[in-house]
T-cell receptor, first 109, second 117 residues
Framework: QKEVEQNSGPLSVPEGAIASLNCTYSDRVSQSFFWYRQYSGKSPELIMSIYSNGDKEDGRFTAQLNKASQYVSLLIRDSQPSDSATYLCAVNLSNKLIFGAGTRLAVHP | EPEVTQTPSHQVTQMGQEVILRCVPISNHLYFYWYRQILGQKVEFLVSFYNNEISEKSEIFDDQFSVERPDGSNFTLKIRSTKLEDSAMYFC???????????????FGDGTRLSIL
């Protein structure tokens, strides 16, 4: 069974702080990794993609990948109340996405 | 920005009835997918479709399910005889693929909420 594991949260951070979201995956063959944001009752919205080891930055978001440790993370700098959502880690395996259960982030003013 | 569109947004159907969910993928995308999310649970892969045929399907995608690309723009999911446990959000997604073969991000539609009574 190919698994993607995330802490369900909620992760509560104050406005302006850094939110750190973590994800581990079980299949070493995986080469493509994605973070999606899902507001309640809405569809997954792509935030970041990462394909190689190291950091990838896009605005307030930084994705980090460590294939040796089978670990992906997402950092959100200067967190805003509008960032409050569930963040889904997804791993591409044979061109299908395997999703984690998501981490609920709550940013409080 | 181009987006995946899904219709209807909400479908209510009696158990045992057939239902067709419709999707219009992003126009230059070649790969199409269906996922579902039961309330409070993970997003689950159902099926992927490329070059007018199924490329992969999950255990969930049994004989009651089928997909079709009836024309150049639509991509449909049919459930032949719905069951109560088919109640879920159904998401269509599409992606393109680079010449290097890397997996490009999948972009999701807003979903169809299917309620089986």
């Amino acid at each position: 069974q190919k698994e993607v594991e995330q802490n369900s949260g909620p992760l509560s951070v104050p406005e302006g702080a850094i939110a750190s979201l973590n994800c581990t995956y079980s299949d070493r063959v995986s080469q493509s990794f994605f973070w999606y944001r899902q507001y309640s009752g809405k569809s997954p919205e792509l935030i970041m993609s990462i394909y190689s080891n190291g950091d990838k930055e896009d605005g307030r978001f930084t994705a980090q990948l460590n294939k040796a440790s089978q670990y992906v993370s997402l950092l959100i700098r200067d967190s805003q109340p509008s960032d409050s959502a569930t963040y889904l880690c997804a791993v591409n395996l044979s061109n299908k996405l395997i999703f984690g259960a998501g981490t609920r982030l709550a940013v409080h003013p | 920005e181009p987006e995946v569109t899904q219709t209807p947004s909400h479908q209510v159907t009696q158990m045992g009835q057939e239902v067709i969910l419709r999707c219009v993928p992003i126009s230059n995308h070649l790969y199409f997918y269906w996922y579902r999310q039961i309330l409070g649970q993970k997003v689950e892969f159902l099926v992927s479709f490329y070059n007018n045929e199924i490329s992969e399907k999950s255990e969930i995608f049994d004989d009651q399910f089928s997909v079709e690309r009836p024309d150049g723009s639509n991509f449909t999911l049919k459930i032949r005889s719905t069951k109560l446990e088919d109640s879920a959000m159904y998401f269509c997604a599409s992606s393109r693929r680079t010449t290097t073969g890397s997996n490009q991000p999948q972009h999701f539609g807003d979903g169809t909420r299917l309620s089986i009574l």
